[in-house]
């Protein structure tokens, strides 16, 4: 069963809205968002999802020798992680929610809406890609989950300029810090475990079609990583959808742009989810 006691934001009453992190991040990416939304009205939740922020104690394993860690680490599933939401709603006696996913965040948001159909209202869906790993994919994020063990997370923290606009990297150091903080601080044990669940992931592009509710696609024009051209797959397919593209974001766009997201968010909120 889902460990996320006391690993989790719930701030503000209104219509619920759980926020789900993106990759090797935690529940505090979402700071900005928790406090606007929540001044607007909404409840908002945003847990730590397997292994990462605070929520270490489903990935620990016993023996620490460097040679049993590598073989060890299971991964940490999409799936599994959309069970501990479900988990954690059932714990909040919340039936229904708004999903906000990040990255990482949307794989989750895409396991939980296939598994949980009904207890989605509507979907935020951010640096999102639908389609499944290949073969590249899955050995180069092997060998990353095999690096996190072996030497930490400094690989992590090298490449996070490729994960934010320019204008981010050169006028906003308090985000550019904050990103480094995350990641500096992730467990690389729960850093592998989700490597290795992203491996395993399903493709979702099938089912964008079944997807019914009122959905927001947010880009960040510069997002390397997750390019607006995954955001218009995804666009095309789901009929309910919507798509805003954000200047000078890149792939963390909610802290990068945090004033233009919250607005879209809100202006979505306001006129479709009620
Ligand atoms: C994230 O930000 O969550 C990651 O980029 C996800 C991924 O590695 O696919």
């Given at each position: 069963m889902a460990q996320l006691d006391n690993?989790?934001?719930d701030v503000g009453t209104g219509l619920p809205i759980i926020f789900l992190h993106?990759?090797?991040?935690?529940?505090?990416?979402?700071?900005?968002?928790?406090?606007?939304?929540?001044?607007?009205?909404?409840?908002?939740?945003?847990?730590?999802?397997?292994?990462?922020?605070?929520?270490?104690?489903?990935?620990?394993?016993?023996?620490?020798?460097?040679?049993?860690?590598?073989?060890?680490?299971?991964?940490?599933?999409?799936?599994?992680?959309?069970r501990d939401v479900a988990g954690l709603m059932d714990k909040l006696q919340i039936e229904?929610?708004?999903?906000?996913?990040?990255?990482?965040?949307?794989?989750?948001?895409?396991?939980?809406?296939?598994?949980?159909?009904?207890?989605v209202s509507a979907l935020v869906l951010c640096g999102a890609r639908a389609q499944g790993p290949d073969d590249a994919e899955k050995k180069s994020r092997e060998a990353q989950a095999q690096r996190v063990l072996a030497e930490g997370m400094d690989l992590a923290v090298e490449s996070i300029s490729n994960l934010l606009a320019a204008n981010?990297?050169?006028?906003?150091?308090?985000?550019?810090?904050?990103?480094?903080?995350?990641?500096?601080?992730?467990?690389?044990?729960?850093?592998?475990?989700?490597?290795?669940?992203?491996?395993?992931?399903?493709d979702y592009s099938a089912d964008l079609e079944n997807i019914s509710?009122?959905?927001?696609?947010?880009?960040?024009?510069?997002?390397?990583?997750r390019k607006p051209e995954d955001a218009g797959f995804i666009h095309t397919r789901i009929k309910s959808s919507r798509l805003e593209v954000l200047a000078d974001a890149g792939h963390l766009m909610n802290?990068?742009?945090?004033?233009?997201?919250n607005q879209a968010m809100l202006d979505f909120l306001t006129r479709n989810v009620s």
């Open positions: 690993v989790f934001d993106g990759f090797p991040f935690n529940r505090s990416m979402w700071r900005e968002q928790i406090a606007f939304l929540s001044a607007n009205g909404y409840r908002c939740i945003a847990p730590d999802l397997r292994g990462l922020g605070e929520n270490v104690a489903q990935t620990s394993v016993c023996d620490d020798r460097p040679d049993h860690r590598l073989k060890s680490v299971p991964p940490a599933g999409m799936d599994d992680m959309a229904r929610a708004v999903v906000c996913g990040l990255s990482m965040g949307c794989y989750v948001a895409f396991d939980f809406i296939h598994l949980f159909p009904a207890r981010t990297v050169n006028e906003k150091a308090g985000v550019v810090e904050n990103v480094r903080q995350m990641a500096l601080h992730t467990d690389p044990i729960g850093a592998a475990a989700a490597q290795r669940g992203m491996a395993i992931r399903r509710v009122p959905t927001l696609i947010i880009a960040g024009r510069e997002d390397g990583v802290m990068e742009q945090a004033e233009a997201f």
